[in-house]
């Protein structure tokens, strides 16, 4: 490739759509489409109404007004901006982060033990889901007290049923004992 046609010593990168001169990048002017000029033809087309770009504001100029139409562009995802934050929260958002830690590991060990971490979770939930308002992030802080609020509630649920179900069975088992 020849060298660019104001600094001999410097090779070119691309060339004047206009005039065909070959351009290093100190050189090289943009317009509006991506068109490429020499500082000559991008001043006659700045003068047709066409928005330049100097080689120095390309660098800097393009891409961040492009980065920034993208962001706004792909922000209609409303999950998208949650998803790249990392965990940034008051004590609400704790409080419903652990209570669903709690509340999703404490499932299986309820089961068949006597001691049962999902009221905690539960409880916890319930605090979290209700001072939502008041934490960083209400929306996640609603979604986690409701997970946690949700899997307690179902285990409370079973517990009870359980209960009324042994109760039916000694009842039924009492009545047909004393039955005539
Ligand atoms: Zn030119
Ligand atoms: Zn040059």
């Known amino acids: 490739?020849?060298?660019?046609?104001?600094?001999?010593?410097?090779e070119s990168i691309e060339r004047c759509e206009v005039c065909d001169d070959p351009l290093c990048s100190l050189c090289l002017w943009y317009g509006e489409k991506g068109h490429r000029y020499c500082e000559t033809h991008a001043q006659a087309a700045r003068l047709q109404g066409e928005q330049i770009f100097s080689p120095n504001t390309y660098?800097?100029?393009?891409?961040?007004?492009?980065?920034v139409s993208d962001g706004r562009s792909s922000a209609g995802g409303s999950e998208g901006q949650a998803g790249e934050k990392m965990y940034t929260g008051n004590q609400q958002d704790l409080y419903a982060f652990?209570?669903?830690?709690?509340?999703v590991v404490s499932l299986?060990?309820?089961?068949?033990?006597?001691?049962?971490?999902?009221?905690?979770?539960?409880?916890?939930?319930?605090?979290?889901?209700?001072?939502?308002?008041?934490?960083?992030?209400?929306k996640r802080t609603r979604l986690m007290g409701g997970i946690a609020l949700g899997v307690g509630g179902v285990v409370i649920a079973?517990?009870?049923?359980?209960?009324?179900?042994?109760?039916?069975?000694?009842?039924?088992?009492?009545?047909?004992?004393?039955?005539p």
Request: with cysteine.
């Open 1 to 10: 490739m020849r060298n660019c046609v104001n600094h001999p010593e410097l």
């Open 59 to 67: 660098a800097e100029g393009i891409p961040a007004s492009l980065a």
């Open 158 to 179: 079973v517990i009870v049923l359980f209960i009324l179900i042994y109760g039916a069975i000694i009842i039924s088992a009492l009545v047909a004992g004393t039955a």
């Open 108 to 138: 299986a060990s309820c089961f068949g033990g006597i001691y049962c971490l999902p009221f905690v979770g539960a409880i916890l939930g319930g605090i979290a889901f209700f001072n939502a308002d008041k934490s960083v992030d209400p």
């Open 98 to 103: 652990v209570a669903a830690a709690i509340a």
